[in-house]
């Protein structure tokens, strides 16, 4: 599987931006997937991850309630729709595909099989 993140950019605090990240392969739909982000000087933090049927989610307590995440198993994509942004969430963000474990094992990088390239977000105050 290989993943491309897109969809970063730059944007003013409290504006939006949806990541997509495209998967390629025919067996997408059995991976648990997730969004990570690292800024500067940071390690890489987990942000959002998805079951492979979208039933299930899990959000880290930073992104609770401003950051959406989803999937289209037909179009091989995941989302990650994020709204009321903060300067906070300047980071590179990834996406990261896990078929086992999953979605608290994937928040918690284990199990993790591949990742994306990234994509910068840049948010001005």
């Known amino acids: 599987v290989q993943l491309q993140a897109s969809g970063g950019g730059l944007v003013q605090a409290g504006g939006s931006l949806r990541l997509s990240c495209a998967a390629s392969g025919r067996t997408f739909s059995s991976y648990y997937m997730g969004w990570f982000r690292q800024a500067p000087g940071k390690e890489r933090e987990f942000v959002a991850a998805i079951s492979w049927s979208g039933g299930g989610t899990y959000y880290a307590d930073s992104v609770k309630g401003r950051f959406t995440i989803s999937r289209d198993n037909a179009k091989n994509t995941v989302y990650l729709q994020m709204m009321s942004l903060k300067p906070e969430d300047t980071a590179v963000y990834y996406c990261?595909?896990?078929?086992?474990?999953?979605?608290?094992?994937?928040?918690?990088?284990?199990?993790?099989?591949?990742w994306g390239q990234g994509t910068q977000v840049t948010v001005s105050s």
């Open positions: 990261a595909a896990a078929l086992t474990g999953g979605i608290v094992a994937v928040a918690n990088k284990r199990g993790i099989d591949y």
